[in-house]
């Protein structure tokens, strides 16, 4: 059984940057960060694969958050810069026993396997 636990949220101010950690037990062969805003649906931001390391950013992250593994530390993070007001919400790591080869299908579905309970990130002016 996987079990994943965020941390590393907080309030930043728009142009900061915060490093989100996600602690991983049990094997994966995916895993990605998700986010939710108030009143809206839950969304991918990033993927790796835990294997190659091979990694996909959405388009609205690219350039300013990394996604990245310690697999000594079995940790996941998200490394995540030049925030902006619409990157406020609560992140969400998650986990698949499965391969996942389509990084733009996967983003778009919650349909993973694994979750944690959220960190909450707020982007203030």
């Known amino acids: 059984h996987v079990q994943l636990v965020e941390s590393g949220g907080g309030t930043v101010q728009a142009g900061g940057s915060l490093r989100l950690s996600c602690a991983v037990s049990g094997l994966t062969y995916a895993m990605a960060w998700f986010r939710q805003a108030p009143g809206q649906e839950r969304e991918g931001v990033a993927t790796?694969?835990?294997?190659?390391?091979?990694?996909y950013l959405v388009d609205s992250v690219k350039g300013r958050f990394t996604i990245s593994q310690d697999n000594a530390k079995n940790t996941l993070y998200l490394q995540m810069d030049n925030l902006r007001l619409e990157d406020t919400g609560k992140y969400y790591c998650?986990?698949?026993?499965?391969?996942?080869?389509?990084?733009?299908?996967?983003?778009?579905?919650?349909?993973?396997?694994?979750w944690g309970q959220g960190t909450q990130v707020t982007v203030s002016s």
């Open positions: 790796i694969n835990p294997h190659s390391a091979t990694s």
């Open positions: 998650t986990a698949d026993y499965i391969y996942r080869s389509n990084p733009t299908m996967d983003m778009k579905t919650t349909d993973w396997t694994y």
